[in-house]
Structures are given as C-alpha cells and as structure tokens.
C-alpha cells in the first residue's frame, strides 16, 4: 500500500474550486508535518502548502495565500486541500508527502511520493 495516496482533483473552470484528499498511511500526523506540492508539465516542482506536525500552524506560498487553505483530520490520518478561485496557473499534478513545516522552510522529506491527483483549470 502507498503511504500517500492523493485524490479529489479533476477540471474546472476558472474561478472554482476544488478539495484534494491526502491520506496518510503509518505516519501519525501528530509527528509528523504534511505538504502539498505540484507540478506543471515542463516546470519544476513547487511546495504548496504545509501543515506542521505538534502546532498545527499552517503555511502557503504566495501565489495561493487567500485561495487555499490546508487542514487535517488525526482520527482519519487526512490532509484536505481546499482550492478556491482556482486560476489557469494552478494546473498541475498534486502530491502531498512528508514536509519541513516552519515560517522558513516548506520542503519534502524522504522520498514517499505517490501518484498524484491531476488539477486542469480551463475555460
């Protein structure tokens, strides 16, 4: 079984949402601080969002802040990600894995990547 298995994306137009599902397996998320991340055909991939294991402080990069929002459920082990206003630019594959979670550092660590889940925001 994969440890992070990505579901909930799909297409929609500009200026919609969307709630990608993370779940998380054998990791607690009491230990252990979850990102997003993505990755556009052609471009690197780029950390999202994160939420930090022991506080629950959230963090986002600059170009989602206002329109994104990271959340967790302990009892099911689930990460969300809720899109809203989803812009052209959002589109690409999303992942979720372990992550650095701090004000300064928003990074994966080890190497459990799933398959993702597609996101296509097109007219």
């Known amino acids: 079984q994969e440890k992070f298995v990505e579901s909930g994306g799909g297409l929609v137009q500009p200026g919609g949402s969307l709630r990608l599902s993370c779940a998380v397996s054998?990791?607690?998320?009491?230990?252990?601080?979850i990102g997003w991340f993505r990755q556009a055909p052609g471009k690197a991939r780029e950390g999202v969002s994160c939420?930090?294991?022991?506080?629950?402080?959230?963090y986002y990069v600059d170009s989602v802040k206002g329109r994104f929002t990271i959340s967790r459920d302990k009892a099911k082990n689930t990460v969300y990600l809720q899109m809203n206003s989803l812009k052209p630019e959002d589109t690409a594959v999303y992942y979720c894995?372990?992550?650095?979670?701090?004000?300064?550092?928003?990074?994966?660590?080890?190497?459990?990547w799933g398959q993702g889940t597609q996101v296509t925001v097109s007219s």
């Open positions: 894995t372990l992550s650095l979670c701090t004000r300064n550092s928003l990074g994966p660590l080890g190497n459990y």
């Open positions: 054998e990791f607690a998320l009491d230990y252990y601080g």
């Open positions: 939420i930090n294991s022991s506080d629950g402080n959230t």
